[in-house]
């Protein structure tokens, strides 16, 4: 019964974070472009300082 | 110039337009866009959004569409511009919808997990505790994620109707306050995890609908706008100055110099120019207007200076009569009433006195007004209509998705339940059977050095055949040459000098062009200063696959017809040409009345148009499609906006239309199926939570499930 005095907080408290985590990037514009987030991972953002081939 | 000057004058004036580039495909397309966009003057950056295919440019305001479009076309994308797509406020609704759903999603599932040990034996005093948690979550969760219910349904008594928000919200309330009582007295059931479930799953059919509404969008409004806001009125003694267009009187003359849009219509008096009807009539081909001839308010001069004399401002302008058409065609529409709601009508009140009864028979039978009551909120809570409110927004969200993969864009999901019903489709002719562009019909074979210089020419160019032949001259694997000198004379041509010796892409003699009694308008010759010139001729040509889209449409059961502004005799040409009736000389108001004639006959038209003198008919058809290459009238008018050339999207987007209306007549059985099931066991009190939890959502998952096999509906 202790454990869960301890144990039932802290799930709440995770669960609370997660939500305020989903507030934050809705807020933040996360959502707008889905396909375009997978596609931006493969652009190289540093063209001027790679080596000439 | 002070080059921060210069930077903080254009995000002070920074506009932004969103263009439709239905050819990104991948990662490097992305880049390539954000990183050379912004390297042509005036743009100050892009941001691409991938699913969309649009891409967001801020811009200096003084750079108008055609300029931007020059501008993805220098990097090799065709863009297009899309008009009042973007809504703030109907984001901020989704947003709010968005978070009440994460708020009752997250109670929920915390919520239920207490529950899950309640229903596993917890008794005695962590029954108690975990009673008291669940009502500690759940009663701030209801009242902020069942905000979007309370407050329509206290509309809609305040109105004295009923709406299905009405039960939802008597539900919830219902059964949280049974709930906050049984916890307080220590009771076996408590109903926290069904209300807060039911909320849930109602939220997220909420959240795809509103992704569904349609967007109010006025096209009349941009339509206005987009004439001259003034124009320069020459005076008796000679001088001239500058007049807002409300000012404008009958009788002014007006000096319209070139490149500029007529604020008013008239009648040309002095000088001879060539006009660009485009935003009127769609076509591409411009006009020239000598004098006598009478020019309407919204054209684009594009030659030479002309004087004009006044005949009709403000409302009494051709393009103000055309506005007002589309404003009244738009209010008829929005009187097409959902399938949802029809079918909400039926559900309320059924729903009411279902649970009505339950608590009187039971008190009847003698049960006490406790458990009687209990039963009602079971009821109450099972019939809710989960399923029923997932049955059409899943289906359509799924639908949309698939259908923007195909190039279709969706404007409203009801278009959708609109579309499924047409019966008959009506065609405008230019731009929407052709694609309303000049292409060239005989290309000459030209060398590689003669590619080059033409393509150098066409590119200091923005006349549309300028603009034509650069798009045909094909790919960025022929560079333009090199030219010096370069001139444009308007009405005349591009001479400039290449090597050295003289080049020019201009206007052909009439020795050049070998086809009598031929608009010399349509064609360019091109002359690379030694062998022979080559005259190039261009006509409107007919999209790619319109033949096959018009049979299949007719094999769905949507015969078409023509419906054109253009004349007879081009229109007979075409409707013989693809097997079908056709009508020209159409006004707008004569297609409006056409269209109504129909639609008061009990046939379900759809309109298929581009040009501005279609807007009237696309606002008032039962549903109406546009290519993206429509004016932004005609975009804005139409339910359905296809990307691409080919007509193929047409009887897609019908068939996936009808594909749709069958799952989601599925959906409506399959939840109503399990309500059959379910309401019995409630009447007779059998539902404890655990039932109602696993019913609930069962039924829901299932109609999710049926409403995924229309991801490949649009192929």
């Known amino acids: 019964m202790n454990g869960l005095l301890i144990l039932i907080p802290v799930a709440l408290s995770l669960g609370l974070a997660g939500l305020a985590a989903f507030f934050w990037s809705l807020r933040d514009g996360q959502f707008e472009d889905l396909d375009g987030a997978a596609m931006r991972i493969l652009i190289d953002d540093d063209e001027k300082e790679r080596p000439a081939p | ?715």
């Open chain 2, 1 to 715: 110039m002070n080059v921060e000057a210069l930077r903080s004058d254009w995000t002070r004036g920074a506009s932004s337009t969103r263009f439709a580039v239905p050819d990104m495909h991948c990662a490097g397309c992305i880049a390539k866009i954000e990183r050379m966009l912004p390297q042509s003057p005036g743009i100050s950056a892009a941001r691409v959004n991938f699913s969309a295919r649009t891409v967001m440019v801020s811009h200096a305001p003084h750079l108008a569409e055609p300029d931007l479009i020059r501008a993805f076309d220098a990097i090799g994308f065709e863009a297009q511009p899309l008009h009042g797509a973007a809504a703030a406020q109907r984001n901020i609704a989704l947003q709010r919808l968005l978070r009440a759903l994460a708020v009752a999603g997250f109670a929920a599932m915390n919520v239920m997990l207490l529950s899950v040990s309640v229903w596993s034996g917890a008794n005695g005093s962590s029954r108690s505790l975990f009673h008291w948690l669940s009502a500690l979550i759940a009663l701030p969760a209801v009242a902020y994620a069942g905000r979007p219910f309370f407050e329509s349904a206290a509309r809609a008594l305040k109105a004295g109707t009923t709406n299905m928000d009405v039960p939802i919200s008597i539900g919830v309330i219902l059964a949280t306050a049974m709930s906050l009582f049984e916890t307080m007295t220590g009771g076996r059931h408590a109903w926290f995890d069904g209300a807060l479930m039911l909320l849930a799953f109602l939220l997220a059919g909420r959240v795809l609908d509103e992704m569904m509404r349609g967007r109010a969008a006025s096209g009349a409004e941009a339509l206005v706008r987009r004439t001259a806001p003034g124009a320069l009125v020459l005076a008796e003694d000679g001088t001239s100055r500058w007049m807002a267009a409300d000012d404008l009187a009958v009788g002014d003359r007006l000096l319209v110099a070139a490149g500029e849009r007529l604020a008013a219509d008239g009648v040309v008096e002095t000088g001879r120019s060539r006009f660009d009807l485009s935003l009127l009539t769609g076509e591409s081909a411009p006009v020239t207007l000598a004098p006598g001839a009478a020019a309407m308010a919204g054209t684009l001069n594009l030659d030479g200076p002309v004087t004009l004399r006044v005949t009709a401002v403000g409302e009494a302008r051709a393009i103000a009569e055309i506005a007002r058409l589309m404003e009244s065609a738009t209010q008829a529409k929005s009187r097409f009433v959902r399938l949802a709601d029809r079918a909400a009508r039926l559900y309320a009140p059924a729903v009411h006195s279902l649970a009505a009864l339950s608590f009187a028979g039971w008190m009847i039978a003698g049960a006490g007004w406790h458990q009687s009551l209990l039963i009602a909120v079971a009821v109450l809570l099972i019939t809710c209509p989960c399923a029923l409110g997932l049955a059409v927004p899943v289906a359509q969200v799924v639908v949309c998705g698939a259908m923007m993969r195909a190039g279709l864009l969706v404007k409203d999901g009801s278009a959708l339940e609109r579309l499924a019903e047409a019966d008959e489709v009506l065609f405008d002719k230019t731009g929407t059977l052709t694609l309303g562009r000049p292409q060239p019909v005989d290309l000459p074979a030209l060398g590689e050095e003669e590619a080059r210089i033409a393509r150098g020419l066409a590119m200091a160019s923005r006349h549309p055949l300028a603009v034509a032949l650069r798009q045909a001259l094909g790919g960025a694997d022929v560079g333009p040459a090199t030219l010096t000198d370069v001139e444009d004379i308007a009405g005349e041509g591009i001479y400039a000098r290449f090597e050295g010796r003289p080049v020019a892409m201009r206007r052909p003699t009439s020795k050049e062009t070998d086809r009598a009694g031929q608009e010399d308008a349509m064609a360019v010759a091109l002359d690379f200063g030694r062998g022979p010139v080559h005259v190039i001729h261009f006509a409107d040509a007919l999209r790619p696959d319109a033949a096959e889209a018009i049979a299949a449409l007719s094999k769905l059961g949507l015969p078409g017809a023509i419906m054109s502004g253009d004349r007879m005799e081009a229109v007979a040409a075409m409707s013989g040409r693809l097997g079908m009736a056709g009508e020209g000389g159409m006004r707008p108001a004569e297609k409006l009345a056409r269209l109504e004639s129909l639609i008061a006959a009990g046939r379900h038209p759809l309109m298929v148009g581009d040009g501005l003198n279609d807007g009237p008919a696309l606002a008032t058809a039962h549903v109406s499609m546009a290519p993206a290459s429509a004016s932004d009238v005609g975009q804005q008018a139409a339910d359905i906006v296809f990307l691409g050339d080919s007509l193929a999207g047409v009887p897609r987007a019908v068939r996936a239309a009808r594909a749709t209306m069958a799952v989601v007549r599925q959906n409506f059985v399959l939840a109503i199926g399990y309500n059959v099931l379910a309401v019995p066991l409630a009447i007779a009190g059998q539902v404890t939570p655990l039932v109602a939890a696993i019913a609930m959502s069962t039924s829901s998952l299932i109609v999710i499930a049926n409403s995924m096999r229309l991801r490949w509906a649009a192929r």
